[in-house]
Structure formats: structure tokens, C-alpha cells
């Protein structure tokens, strides 16, 4: 699929890049070949392929993730010794609501 410059600048506009004639040229090349690799992802019959939740090796799923138990916080005292301002046992912040 063919990407044009005007299409290259509006993207680059969009995530305020500044690309040169030359970066617009390759980065249109590579844009074109993204999406005729997308193209043919879509021809592949996926019907009797289950859905993943885990990237990667089904198998390892189990092992990468823990068990959420809970755990302690850190002491009130370190944390607000951290803070710009406080009061003893909160943060004070601007107020912003009248």
C-alpha cells in the first residue's frame, strides 16, 4: 500500500516531528511496507486459533505472574518526610476548588 508525503507530514505533524525530504521518503517506504504486512496478516484463516491473554509462550504465563498478596506500605513518617508540606499526617497541597 502506497503512503503519499502529504500522509508522512500529517502523522510527523501530529507527533511533532520534524523530518527531512529524505526521512519523509523512507519513512513512507516503511509505512507502506507496515501496512502490506497488515494485508497479509488479514488473508491468514485464524478460525480455529484460541484467543491469548499472555504474549508469548502460552506455557509461561503461569511463571511470569505472581500472586497478588498484599504487603506492607512504607511508614507514614518516611513518606512525609518527602513531602514539600505536611502537616504531621497528610500532605497539604493547594487548594484549587473554591
Known amino acids: ?3 503519499d508525503g502529504n500522509t508522512v507530514r500529517h502523522v510527523a505533524r501530529l507527533a511533532r516531528l ?3 525530504q529524505e526521512e519523509e ?3 513512507a ?8 504486512y497488515i494485508e497479509r496478516l488479514k ?15 502460552p506455557g509461561e504465563a503461569h511463571r511470569s ?6 504487603r506492607p506500605g512504607l511508614p507514614r513518617e518516611t513518606v512525609l518526610k518527602e513531602a ?3 502537616d504531621g499526617s497528610s500532605f497539604l ?3 484549587i476548588i473554591e
Open 1 to 3: 500500500m502506497a503512503i
Open 18 to 20: 520534524a523530518l527531512t
Open 25 to 27: 521518503e523512507r519513512t
Open 29 to 36: 517506504a516503511q509505512l507502506g511496507h507496515v501496512l502490506d
Open 43 to 57: 488473508t491468514v484463516d485464524v478460525s480455529g486459533v484460541e484467543p491469548l491473554s499472555f504474549a508469548g509462550d
Open 65 to 70: 505472574m505472581r500472586e497478588d498478596e498484599p
Open 84 to 86: 514539600p508540606e505536611q
Open 93 to 95: 497541597v493547594p487548594r
